[in-house]
């Protein structure tokens, strides 16, 4: 089993920064890869960004990329998700998730572990 702890969101202006993290634990090393996914109310969860703990090849959603950075640390087994330029529609529910897929999937069904989710909420 792997757990995923992401650190607090929270709230900021339009145009600010915000960095969340995910410490993952357990048998991470059997994982392949760790994702951004977010929920916003009423709407279906989506894929924001995703990087390999091996080659650290990142991968990033349109609407985010250019804004958004993500980062590990494997050592710690750390990953954070820099947001700058935030806009209103980046508010959602952040959540870090795992994948043992030995490629890196934009589709939730095919992660395997997911962190309990962060609020983020970007006023205008």
């Known amino acids: 089993q792997v757990q995923l702890v992401e650190s607090r969101g929270g709230l900021v202006q339009a145009g600010g920064s915000l960095r969340l993290s995910c410490v993952a634990s357990?048998?991470?090393?059997?994982?392949?890869?760790v994702a951004w996914f977010r929920q916003a109310l009423g709407q279906a969860r989506e894929f924001v960004a995703a990087i390999t703990w091996g080659g650290g090849g990142t991968y990033y959603a349109d609407s985010v990329k250019g804004r958004f950075t993500i980062s590990r640390e494997n050592a710690n087994n750390t990953m954070w998700l820099q947001m700058s330029r935030l806009k209103p529609e980046d508010t959602a529910v952040y959540y870090c998730?795992?994948?043992?897929?030995?490629?890196?999937?934009?589709?939730?069904?095919?992660?395997?572990?997911w962190g309990q989710g962060t609020q983020v909420t970007v006023s205008s």
């Open positions: 998730a795992a994948t043992s897929q030995l490629w890196v999937p934009r589709n939730s069904r095919d992660y395997d572990y």
């Open positions: 357990g048998r991470a090393s059997t994982t392949y890869a």
